[in-house]
């Protein structure tokens, strides 16, 4: 039961292997050894049935033809024997010897076991009289005896009976080996012919079979590119060429289906710089309003509580101060909140400006050292790119003080050939950038969208225990940012 | 890969064709000989010298050996030595044999006698009788559908004779021609010979020879042997009787075997095995008989002689 049952393990592990092997190989190759394993084993097996076949009735009827040449040669040479005439003995089995092919010799044996006359000439081969006994056999006997010349068949027959002595005849099996051998030989040269043969054909099939599977393979990398628009040219009407048909298909739906996500991804993005915009756009208007009208209303107000306080008497005095501290202490709120919103400076004076405002008052704020350093080469970079760039780097400081405990910061800011990139690095505590959940994930995507929207990208580097690192690249004058600046600007207007 | 795996799969392929190339021995071999190994032939002496025997070719040589085999095999466990029996094509081959002393005894034909009695002594060692008598005929024969009812309406046919000297076979018939007045090569349109009896009515049976004479007691044994060929054969003519075929000795040969010959030849009928041995070449027994009753028969011969 286990012995068969490890036999069936074993088996399967070869067959496995086997698979292994064979499954490795080309189709080209599959299909030249299928041909050509076909033609050889045919061919093979052709040779041997026929070499086999051909041996057997060859050496049957080298036998049979020597029973009957030496029952011949006895029948004839009765006579002669019985009347001692040698020479027509000798005359006899000359005339055997030149009427038949095959012949190797003869020779008769007289009822003493004496040689009577022999085809040798000059002696006779040692050892060869014992080889095939006269005596107790009915009639004739045949046996096959080896010599330095190859196999033959020795034939004894009794003459009359034995009373006149025995007639040997021996026949070389060497024209059947010969005949043999030629039909073997040609049946190989043959069988070399049709593999040749075999060969082209087996090149024709793999043209024709792998040469469609090629341009498919060729074609499925094409389309995993995002190259649609390939059509794979169908050969033939068959199962490769069904194959195809249905290639041809999926590609033209997968076109479809990719068009839809483009168009959807490109309503999406829309809709996104839509929100950003507006979102951006009210908080200009709020920082506006707080700035112009709610600044200028608690400065009033000041102004007013300061008059009030000079003229006022010195019980209320107390009271109208305290009033005007928290009227002074709004009145910075509301700067400060108006600026976070939406500072004037990168409206005004650019990201370098605004860049350094926003890190003049974290550090004021949070005690933790900026280096800054910004190569911008004096000019403005389109609006949309300086706002993505700065609440970009906005969010990023908001994230530092929030998760980071850095000790410091290090932002770099740099106009390069036809891109903008920033470089933000702190030396707090890192987190695991795949692992990264909730609201700080939603902050973090919330930046990476700002830099794809304009055609950039956004990386983030980090590891616990060894800091962070924000990488931002936005390419500069693309259609994404022009639009966006456009847009701002009539928002804007 | 690829390539490393065509190897071992091209190997599996041809290894069925190396296992092709192996020969094929359906037959036992029984020994090597080496043909090339040529040894002068080896010819053993006889250590006991065989009695030698010749049978004159009245029958065909294998005939011969089939219907003496059983004489020849009394004769050896009489003599308590072996005995050779020697056969020669033409009647004067053994009579020269018997003249050298190279056969010892001999069944010769009567001519063969005359002749040999003549020329050099050959000895009369006994006759055999058949049907009570010691003589025979020459009988002629034609295929039984011939017209011919006499010598004479063979002329301008084909004849066969049995041996160049045989009595009821040549000189018989020769002699029949000459009292026609015609020479044998001037009668008949072709003559041949058969050189036995056996195979001169076998000519005859198989119309080779529109007639032939042959030995009436080898016609009768041949008759009793294969009735067909009553059927196809007809005796239109008989001769006188001539003295029966004798059994014949060497003159070289040992007088006290002689004797010792006759003794054995006389006493077959005794035993069972010499019955059985004078059965098989159709004898009765074995008698004495002169040389006188050749004598007519040395008339006939020497008026052939003369005629020719």
Redesign the interface.
């Known amino acids: 039961m286990w012995k068969k049952l490890d036999k069936l393990v074993h088996n399967r592990l070869i067959l496995d292997r086997f698979w292994e092997i064979v499954g490795a190989v080309s189709i080209r190759t599959k299909i030249l050894g299928l041909a050509l394993g076909l033609v050889l084993l045919v061919g093979i097996g052709n040779t041997l049935q026929t070499r086999m076949v051909l041996i057997r009735n060859m050496e049957a009827q080298l036998r049979d033809q020597s029973v009957s040449v030496a029952r011949d040669l006895a029948a004839r040479a009765v006579d002669p024997i019985l009347l001692n005439d040698l020479l027509a003995l000798q005359d006899l089995l000359l005339e055997t010897k030149g009427n038949n092919t095959n012949f190797r010799y003869a020779f008769i044996v007289d009822q003493r076991g004496q040689i009577m006359a022999h085809t040798f000439g000059e002696g006779f081969p040692v050892g060869l009289l014992d080889l095939n006994h006269n005596g107790n056999f009915d009639h004739h006997h045949t046996v096959l005896i080896d010599t330095d010349e190859g196999p033959i068949f020795d034939t004894a027959v009794s003459i009359l009976d034995g009373k006149a002595g025995t007639a040997r005849i021996g026949l070389s099996n060497v024209s059947v080996q010969q005949a043999v051998s030629q039909v073997a030989l040609q049946s190989v040269l043959f069988t070399v012919l049709v593999l040749l043969f075999g060969v082209v054909v087996a090149m024709f099939l793999t043209r024709i079979l792998a040469q469609p599977i090629l341009e498919l393979v060729e074609a499925t990398r094409m389309v995993s590119r995002g190259d649609y628009t390939h059509r794979v040219h169908p050969w033939a009407n068959d199962e490769l060429g069904t194959l195809a048909q249905a290639f041809n298909q999926m590609s033209q739906d997968l076109a479809q289906i990719h068009e839809l996500r483009q168009e959807r991804e490109g309503l999406q993005r829309q809709l996104l710089e839509k929100v950003i915009s507006t979102q951006e756009e009210e908080r200009r208007r709020i920082a506006r309003e707080l700035h112009d009208s709610t600044s200028q209303s608690l400065t009033s107000l000041l102004v007013g509580l300061r008059m009030l306080e000079t003229n006022c008497k010195d019980p209320d005095q107390q009271q109208i101060s305290d009033l005007r501290s928290v009227a002074t202490q709004t009145l910075d709120e509301v700067h400060k909140l108006a600026t976070q919103l939406r500072p004037n400076a990168l409206d005004d004076l650019g990201l370098s400006a605004a860049l350094e405002r926003l890190t003049f008052e974290w550090q004021a704020r949070h005690k933790v050292p900026i280096d800054l350093a910004i190569t911008l080469k004096d000019s403005r970079l389109p609006e949309g790119v300086e706002t993505a760039l700065y609440r970009i780097i906005q969010e990023t400081l908001t994230n530092v003080v929030r998760h980071a405990h850095a000790h410091s910061v290090s932002i770099l800011v740099e106009r390069r050939d036809g891109s903008v990139i920033a470089v933000i690095e702190d030396d707090g505590k890192g987190f695991e950038v795949c692992n990264s959940q909730g609201e700080y994930h939603l902050g973090l995507l919330g930046m990476r969208e700002r830099a794809e929207l304009l055609g950039g990208h956004l990386t983030i580097e980090s590891n616990l225990g060894h800091g962070t690192s924000v990488f931002v690249e936005i390419p500069l004058f693309t259609e994404d940012n022009l639009d966006g600046q456009k847009e701002t600007h009539l928002i804007g207007g | 890969?690829?390539k490393s795996?065509?190897i071992p799969?091209l190997f599996i392929?041809?290894t069925?064709?190396f296992?092709?190339?192996i020969?094929?021995?359906?037959?036992?071999?029984?020994?090597?000989?080496?043909?090339?190994?040529?040894?002068?032939?080896q010819?053993?002496k006889q250590e006991v010298l065989p009695l030698r025997v010749a049978v004159a070719?009245i029958v065909?040589?294998?005939g011969?050996?089939?219907s003496y085999?059983p004489l020849l095999d009394y004769l050896e466990s009489q003599l308590h030595r072996p005995v050779e029996?020697?056969?020669?094509?033409t009647y004067l081959e053994t009579n020269e044999l018997i003249a050298t002393g190279q056969v010892d005894l001999a069944f010769v034909c009567t001519s063969a006698y005359v002749v040999g009695h003549d020329s050099f002594g050959m000895e009369l060692l006994a006759v055999p009788q058949v049907n009570g008598e010691t003589i025979y005929y020459s009988l002629l024969i034609v295929p039984s559908e011939s017209s011919a009812r006499s010598m004479a309406d063979l002329q301008n046919k084909v004849f066969a004779f049995t041996d160049p000297i045989s009595l009821s076979g040549r000189m018989y018939p020769t002699y029949l021609v000459q009292q026609l007045g015609f020479s044998p090569d001037d009668f008949f349109a072709r003559t041949f010979f058969t050189y036995n009896h056996d195979e001169a009515i076998r000519a005859v049976a198989d119309k080779l020879a529109d007639g032939a004479a042959v030995d009436s007691l080898v016609y009768e044994f041949a008759i009793a042997r294969d009735p067909n060929l009553a059927k196809k054969v007809r005796v239109i003519h008989r001769s006188p009787p001539f003295a029966i075929p004798p059994v014949v000795v060497s003159p070289k040969l040992d007088k006290d075997l002689k004797r010792e010959l006759q003794k054995i030849l006389f006493s077959m009928g005794d035993t069972a095995e010499g019955r059985k041995a004078l059965e098989s070449i159709g004898v009765e027994e074995f008698t004495t008989i002169d040389d006188h009753a050749y004598d007519d028969i040395r008339t006939l011969l020497s008026d052939v002689e003369k005629t020719r």
Do not use: A, H, W
Request: aromatic fraction near 10%.
């Open positions: 890969m690829r795996l065509f799969l392929f041809l069925p064709l296992f092709g190339c020969p094929r021995q359906p037959y036992e071999v029984v020994g090597y000989v080496n043909l090339k190994d040529l040894q002068p032939i010819v053993p070719s065909s040589p294998k011969t050996v089939q085999e029996l020697v056969q020669r094509r």
